[in-house]
């Protein structure tokens, strides 16, 4: 298992930009395909992007594509998000997961969750 904890939410009006960050430990990191979901009030936790193993490969919701880039640094564990032109619709609590052996968008194939960080865009 990998323990995960998200940072760098916070408040920010429509068009502007911020960076997540997932620290991880208790496992090897290099290990796990890394991805990030959001849920905002009411909606089901929906996929944002995802990141392969080495850092090589990624792929994100078309709503995100373009304005939001995922990368991971394996040496620090840590997985980043950086989200620009920020509009309200991308309002909600972001988390990030962790999956060994698959590379895959559904939320349910992903045992390792962070406890998420809120982002919160004003228009």
């Known amino acids: 298992q990998v323990q995960l904890v998200e940072s760098g939410g916070g408040l920010v009006q429509a068009g502007g930009s911020l960076r997540l960050s997932c620290a991880a430990s208790?496992?090897?990191?290099?290990?796990?395909?890394m991805a990030w979901f959001r849920q905002a009030p009411g909606k089901d936790r929906e996929f944002v992007a995802i990141?392969?193993?080495?850092?090589?490969?990624?792929s994100y919701a078309d709503s995100v594509k373009g304005r939001f880039t995922i990368s991971r640094d394996n040496a620090k564990t840590t997985l980043y998000l950086q989200m620009s032109n920020l509009q309200p619709e991308d309002t909600a609590v972001y988390y990030c997961?962790?999956?060994?052996?698959?590379?895959?968008?559904?939320?349910?194939?992903?045992?390792?969750w962070g406890q998420g960080t809120q982002v919160t865009v004003s228009s």
């Open positions: 208790g496992s090897t990191f290099s290990r796990y395909t």
């Open positions: 990141i392969n193993r080495i850092g090589d490969t990624t």
């Open positions: 997961a962790a999956a060994r052996g698959i590379f895959v968008t559904s939320p349910d194939l992903y045992d390792n």
